[in-house]
């Protein structure tokens, strides 16, 4: 499975991005997608996930920030990221996991700065 990651970039605080990160290859219809991201010197942390039945989870961080969606018909899991901190600078990270292992995207930097 690859996965393209698009949509970093630099933002004000309180502003808002959306990233898209589309799967293509052997993709199973049980799956799980989403994203983690990196703090510089820290390990890679969840962010948000959602499965291909729809069920979500999020960090506790970002809860009614951030809002994790997918489309199946494309393959493509989408995060909306909104009143944007300086503490959510970070690189992210998109995911694809099933049964067979987990995959993994390019990173995509998001600086949060005035």
């Known amino acids: 499975v690859q996965l393209q990651a698009s949509g970093g970039g630099l933002v004000q605080p309180g502003g808002s991005l959306r990233l898209s990160c589309a799967a293509s290859?052997?993709?199973?219809?049980?799956?799980?997608m989403g994203w983690y991201r990196q703090f510089p010197g820290k390990q890679r942390d969840l962010v948000a996930s959602?499965?291909?039945?729809?069920?979500?989870n999020y960090a506790d961080s970002v809860k009614g920030r951030f809002t994790i969606s997918r489309d199946n018909a494309d393959n493509t899991v989408y995060l909306r990221m909104n009143s944007l901190k300086p503490e959510d600078t970070a690189i992210y990270y998109c995911?694809?996991?099933?049964?067979?292992?987990?995959?993994w995207g390019q990173g995509t930097l998001v600086t949060v700065s005035s």
């Open positions: 959602a499965t291909s039945e729809g069920s979500t």
């Open positions: 995911y694809y996991f099933d049964w067979r292992g987990d995959n």
């Open positions: 290859g052997s993709i199973l219809s049980n799956n799980v």
